[in-house]
């Protein structure tokens, strides 16, 4: 059985009451929420559903909206990517700012315009992941701009390195050692040991050999299907009647 989408076992007793009751409809309890946020930002703890909460919050009371906090959420849930905590995010900030995010030419200065440019940025990182782009997310990343915008989580780069990593092992059994250290974006000692300490893998030469899993073994698969002639019995009757 699967975890519950709302659960989160680092969850303060607080936050939780607030969730499972009407509080959680209450704008007072925004900065409450607001304070979890940066909690989760330095513990390097996630909750999903706290933080989607607040989102509904600013969206009920625009007027409480904190861009950072909003910046520091979507920043959040990048570190589980590949779910999607961050489309879940993106689904919930004003039109306005979100369309400006999607298409820069529709941006106008405005009080939103500074949390427009740090979605679309947000929103270009994750693009990257999702599409396997790697090498460029990285290269994103060292941007100054860019850079200050994940600040406040602890640990980013260290958790995505880990993201991208099981995603690598998901779908592959052997990897370029040049091309995994692009993806990974450490070399050396560092990389050797990243791959063969924290990931439990092998460095054979230029190639690192990842243990086979349930996800990157390729298994063939029998679908045998069970149907008796009487089941056609309708169709074939059907076909033999004559039209009306």
């Known amino acids: 059985m699967g975890v519950a989408f709302d659960y989160c076992p680092d969850r303060p007793e607080n936050i939780d009451v607030i969730l499972n009751g ?36 600013y969206q009920f009371n625009p007027h409480l909206s904190h861009p950072e906090t909003i910046t520091n959420i979507l920043t959040k849930s990048l570190t589980v990517f590949p779910s999607p905590d961050f489309s879940l995010g993106l689904a919930l900030l004003p039109p306005a700012v979100l369309s400006a995010a999607q298409d820069p030419s529709k941006q106008t200065p405005s009080s939103t315009s500074g949390l427009s440019e ?49 995603v690598v092992s998901q779908c592959m059994q052997e990897v370029s050692r040049e091309v995994l250290e692009s993806w990974l974006n450490v070399s050396g000692s560092k990389f050797q040991g990243f791959v063969t300490e924290v990931c439990g893998w092998k460095v054979d030469g230029e190639k690192v050999r990842i243990p086979l899993n349930k996800e990157n073994e390729a298994r063939s698969s029998v679908v045998r299907e069970s149907v008796r002639f009487e089941q056609f019995g309708r169709m074939v009757k059907r076909a033999y009647e004559q039209p009306a």
Do not use: M
């Not at 309890?29 to 607001?34: D, E, P, R, V, W």
């Not at 693009?127 to 100054?144: K, P």
């Open 118 to 166: 740090a979605v679309a940025t947000l929103l270009s990182l994750h693009r990257a992941l999702t599409n396997a782009r790697y090498t460029d997310f990285w290269s994103s990343l060292e941007e100054d701009s860019t850079a200050d915008l994940v600040a406040d989580v602890q640990g980013f780069e260290e958790i995505l390195r880990v993201r991208i990593a099981v």
């Open 22 to 57: 009407l509080d959680r409809y209450n704008p007072e309890t925004t900065t409450i929420f607001q304070e979890y946020v940066a909690q989760q930002c330095e513990t390097q703890t996630y909750d999903c559903y706290a933080n989607l909460a607040l989102l509904k919050l």
